[in-house]
């Protein structure tokens, strides 16, 4: 049976909801590090060696690094990976 894993990323406690964890999302706090840094770390560490398909949408760094770990750590194939950096540190939308 297919299985979804979902990471999401906030900055802070403000931005969690107790549902969300009721729902098995992953849910990460970046405090003042830098965008995405949270979400790859926790990405490193979930059971996804199986995943045949994945959806990033972050900040533009993040999505890179993301997309990096999935297809060199994780051997997924780039077309397998639809991806969207909609915003970048520094830079208006």
């Known amino acids: ?3 979804l894993t ?3 990323e906030v ?4 931005y969690l909801h107790p549902e969300v ?22 990405l490193v560490d979930l059971d996804v ?4 398909y994945a959806w990033v949408c ?6 890179a690094a993301i997309k990096r770990h999935l297809t060199k750590e ?7 990976i639809t ?3 909609f915003w970048s540190v520094g830079r208006p939308r």
């Open 1 to 3: 049976q297919p299985r």
């Open 6 to 8: 979902c990471v999401v």
């Open 11 to 14: 900055p802070d406690a403000t």
């Open 21 to 42: 964890a009721d729902a098995g999302i992953t849910v990460v706090q970046r405090g003042t590090n830098a965008s995405g840094s949270a979400a790859v770390a926790a």
């Open 49 to 52: 060696d199986d995943a045949d």
């Open 58 to 63: 972050a900040e533009g760094s993040a999505v």
């Open 74 to 80: 994780r051997g997924l194939a780039r077309r397998a």
């Open 83 to 85: 991806a969207s950096g």
